[in-house]
Antibody
């Protein structure tokens, strides 16, 4: 069925790295822009990053720019988030999400995320 | 960055009664193509967010027609015409016009 499944979360010390994965199934993954969105405990939603369907562009929130890298392997239908130099404030549930329409972002705008994974929890603590 | 605000932040509701949430953006979300890039989400307790509305007033697939979105420019409203038990949760608006995409702080809807 149509779904996204995240993995790779866990407990990590400040300054260390972690890589999250998001496996897609049931749809043409290579046609859609993909996002990472996070939610700190008891807090609201924070957009983290987006990658276009064809990998040609990536954009980041200022809070993670230079530390996180979004990537995708369309042949494996998998989205990634490489997180380096982790900080306590990066503690959150991380969701991968699909943009509503194919090729979203290519004209600068998006539509919203219509398919979300179940989330994977990242805790940054010594 | 575009700043999103919502009101109220907490909304006690009565089943069967209407409910309304407001969202405001610090810049117009109207693109030169005529579309307005505002989305609404519901996050039920313990679940992932669910897209309710996109382009300010379009219901996402499978969303009941008791949900409606309206507004233009910088002021938007999500209405539930008769609240049901499954509507309890956190509601977020989000601007999708430009990166960084930004969410409102959320409105917690629960029963009185």
């Amino acid at each position: 069925q149509v779904q996204l499944v995240e993995s790779g979360g866990g407990v990590v010390q400040p300054g260390r790295s972690l890589r999250l994965s998001c496996a897609a199934s049931g749809f043409t993954f290579s046609s859609y822009g993909m996002h990472w969105v996070r939610q700190a405990p008891g807090k609201g939603l924070e957009w983290v990053a987006v990658i276009w369907y064809d990998v040609s562009n990536k954009y980041y929130a200022d809070s993670v720019k230079g530390r996180f890298t979004i990537s995708r392997d369309n042949s494996k239908k998998t989205l990634y988030l490489q997180m380096n130099s982790l900080r306590a404030e990066d503690t959150a549930v991380y969701y991968c999400a699909r943009d509503l329409l194919p090729s979203a972002g290519t004209r600068g705008y998006y539509y919203g995320m219509d398919l979300w994974g179940q989330g994977t929890a990242v805790t940054v603590s010594s | 960055d575009i700043v999103m605000t919502q009101s109220p932040l907490s909304l006690p509701v009565t089943p069967g009664e209407p409910a309304s949430i407001s969202c405001r953006s610090s810049q117009s979300l109207l693109h030169s193509n005529g579309y307005t890039y505002l989305a609404w989400y519901l996050q039920r307790p313990g679940q992932s967010p669910q897209l309710l509305i996109y382009l300010a007033s379009n219901r996402a697939s499978g969303v009941p027609d008791r949900f409606s979105g309206s507004g233009s420019g910088t002021d938007f409203t999500l209405k539930i015409n008769r609240v049901e038990a499954e509507d309890v949760g956190l509601y977020f608006c989000m601007q999708a016009l430009q990166t960084p995409l930004t969410f409102g702080p959320g409105t917690k809807v629960d029963f009185k």
